[in-house]
């Protein structure tokens, strides 16, 4: 026997070559192996006699072979086999391309088992390369239903199976984390004909039975984490806040406050109070105010003698909460203090310093900075601004800081009910579902090149009534050399051949943040009349005189990527408009494009975006803070999803606080499933 933490080189047929190519799919010991799950099958159960065979359709079929295999050497590299099979039914041409040594193993009058694919036409028919064996030999790659698994270089899927199948003899399975009483409840299968089944069905229900057990589980132990997570932090007590007056900074804010932010601000008041650490996340499209909300949690925090910081995931955008807030905060007697990567290191140590020493009340800065080992006086309040990129595994790690400061996550990307329960399961939420007055509908308009004069033209309208624009041109993370000469180029062209009169200038990833708050500054500040970006200009930032949004190659973004960089205009009083270009053809990609136009609805846009995209791509970055499943798809499983989830929170009401041996094992799970998902953020 072995044990699921044994290394793979203790199988047999595994050296250090193999070795290496499972360490390239992360398959290090026999455990990884067992999770390595197929990612289809194919059915080969059905079994056909020759006449029957539909062209392109693969079958098994069994036959007797008419003749010896004979090999052609065509030329160099090429040797092709023929041989002829016959059932009761008919004749069969066999072609085998380079197998010479394999197909010569067929004997004349012998009856094997094919597996194969019918092709040609009335001038002829054939079967082209199939697996075969012998009728007594046990069914490996005919008269089954065979995993396919995801491979790599140098490693075939007849290898994988084989290896695996080797690794289940001789140890178990992963243990049991899911009770009986909720298997039965669910009607899962338990754990051990579950890892028997995904790897060897009988059929390909049972192949979908053992699937939907392994989702089950992976979503079970990921929602009993979060579970876990939240009795914990809840348990804490922290000293409420009983300084509860808002009045004096409602009479700063230069505008009423919609109904959705004071109720927002009223249900963090609630939590503040309460005595235990608030996890709430504020959910609200783009521009629907979400930073007054969050100054008004800053404000509590600083009037109850706490320090509070605000995490944006950008430079600029960290910039520009600072400039916003001070003016609003630091009449009312507020310390504020930046802290980004664009400062100078005297600067960071001094700012650092002050925190450390209670110095500034309200810390605004990237999220790395300050989570960095960043010590804090006395942090009452953490507040994350857009802070998809900053997920669970991110949240414990900071909850887990210091004396159980309150959370705050802001998001405006809608996001899709499973992802929602996926990212935010562990969170209470408030909405902003109310846009400040005035604000109008962005029109948005989908383009091919032959209406670059005229989208030109529109641009400089936009420039003659005193209004900005923006022009973003696709950033791909892998190709982010490549866009930035694109945005540049593009920049430049703009300037000395289409608006000599005007003024450009251009902002992207790669420059020094000090030169991109100069150029955002500039440009907030009216001074230049485009601005050519990459999607750094994505998140919060907020210039009301911009009233058009162009966005170059706009199929090669995300759906709600589109609809966060849309929001960047129509954030004034003024008619405000996006034009998304394209030379694409492909009729989905233009039919998901005209979504856009056609609603500003984010959540509808949101859910469009998963079903195309996918989860991995939702967030337009990897980095995305989204635990890594194996088997569950984010995008489909919801049902399965909300089922855990239940599951889960029964788990917890009536084993949680009890040591068995099935939680131990439960918790060791979690803790693997938050590390690896936080492994995806480096
Ligand atoms: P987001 O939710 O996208 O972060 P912001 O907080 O940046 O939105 O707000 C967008 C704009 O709306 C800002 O210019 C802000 O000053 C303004 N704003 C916020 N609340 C109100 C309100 N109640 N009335 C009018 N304007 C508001
Ligand atoms: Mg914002």
Same mark, same amino acid.
């Given at each position: ?148 698994y995801p491979l790599t270089a140098g490693l075939s899927n007849a290898t994988m199976l084989k290896t695996i199948q080797q690794a289940m003899a001789i140890c178990d399975t992963p243990a049991e984390i899911i009770p009986e009483p909720i298997r039965r409840q669910y009607g899962i299968l338990p754990a051990e004909r579950a890892y028997q089944a995904i790897h060897m069905p009988s059929s390909m229900e049972e192949a979908e039975l053992a699937k939907r057990r392994l989702i089950f589980e992976e979503f079970f132990v990921f929602s009993a984490g979060l579970s876990l997570m939240r009795a914990s932090r809840q348990q804490k007590w922290v000293k409420p806040y009983n300084k ?198 962005? =029109? ?108 170059? =190659?706009? =199929? ?127």
């Open positions: 026997m072995a044990y699921l933490s044994d290394p793979v080189t203790i199988l047999k047929g595994v050296g250090p070559t193999k070795a290496k190519q499972f360490a390239a799919l992360n398959i290090y010991t026999l455990e990884d192996l067992i999770c390595h799950f197929p990612r289809g099958y194919e059915d080969r159960t059905r079994i056909v006699s020759i006449s029957d065979m539909e062209v392109d359709r693969p079958a098994c079929f069994k036959a007797v072979v008419m003749n010896t295999p004979r090999t052609n050497h065509i030329r160099k590299g090429l040797d092709i086999t023929k041989v002829q099979v016959a059932d009761h039914s008919g004749r069969l041409n066999l072609t085998f391309f380079n197998q010479k040594f394999t197909a010569e193993q067929l004997n004349y009058g012998e009856e094997y088992i094919f597996y194969g694919t019918l092709t040609g036409d009335y001038t002829g028919y054939q079967v082209t390369s199939p697996s075969f064996e012998r009728l007594d030999s046990a069914p490996v790659v005919t008269r089954r239903v065979l995993p396919i509860k007056g808002l009045s004096a900074f409602i009479d700063a804010v230069p505008f009423a406050l919609t109904g959705a932010q004071t109720r927002a601000i009223e249900e963090i008041k609630t939590d503040l109070c309460s005595g235990k650490p608030m996890n709430r996340l504020l959910q609200g499209d783009v521009g629907s105010g979400k930073t007054m909300v969050a100054a008004a949690a800053a404000y509590l925090a600083v009037q109850n003698g706490q320090q509070a910081a605000l995490m944006a995931p950008t430079e600029i955008l960290a910039e520009q909460h600072y400039q916003g807030l001070n003016k609003l905060l630091s009449p009312l007697g507020v310390r504020l203090q930046l802290l980004t990567g664009g400062m100078t290191a005297k600067q960071k140590r001094e700012g650092r310093e002050a925190m450390e020493a209670g110095a500034v009340d309200l810390v605004i800065g990237t999220h790395a900075l300050i989570s960095e080992g960043s010590a804090f006086k006395n942090l009452g309040l953490v507040i994350a601004d857009e802070q998809h990129r900053f997920g669970v595994a991110q949240r414990q790690a900071l909850a887990s800081k210091g004396d159980a400061p309150h959370l705050l996550v802001m998001s405006a990307t809608p996001i899709p009910r499973t992802l929602a329960l996926i990212m935010y399961g562990d969170l209470d939420v408030s909405v902003l579902d109310e846009l400040p007055p005035g604000r109008q509908k962005v =029109d948005t308009f989908l383009v091919g090149e032959n209406m670059r004069a005229r989208v030109n033209a529109f641009i400089r309208k936009q420039a003659q009534e005193g209004h900005q624009s923006f022009v973003v041109c696709p950033a791909v993370e892998e190709a982010e050399e490549l866009n930035i000469k694109a945005a540049s180029v593009w920049a430049e062209t703009l300037q000395k051949t289409v608006f000599p009169d005007l003024r450009v200038s251009l902002i992207h990833g790669q420059m020094k943040s000090a030169q991109k708050e100069e150029v955002m500054a500039a440009f907030a500040a009216g001074q230049a009349d485009i601005l050519v970006a990459t999607t750094v200009i994505e998140v919060g930032v907020d210039v009301p005189n911009a009233t058009l949004m162009v966005i170059e =190659d706009a =199929d090669r973004f995300g759906l709600s990527q589109l609809h966060q960089l849309r929001g960047r205009v129509g954030r004034g009083k003024e008619k405000s408009y996006c034009i998304l270009t394209s030379h694409n053809k492909n009729p989905e990609t233009l039919s998901r494009l005209k979504a856009l136009c056609s609603t500003n609805d984010g959540f509808r846009i949101a859910e469009e975006d998963l079903r195309l995209r996918g989860p991995g791509d939702f967030f337009g970055s990897r980095q995305s803070g989204l635990p890594v499943f194996r088997v569950a798809n984010l995008a489909c499983d919801l049902k399965t999803l909300k089922e855990a989830q239940a599951a889960s929170v029964r788990w917890i009401e009536e084993m949680g606080t009890k040591s068995t041996p099935e939680g131990e094992v439960l918790r060791r799970r979690i803790g693997e499933l938050f590390r690896r998902s936080a492994g995806t953020m480096n």
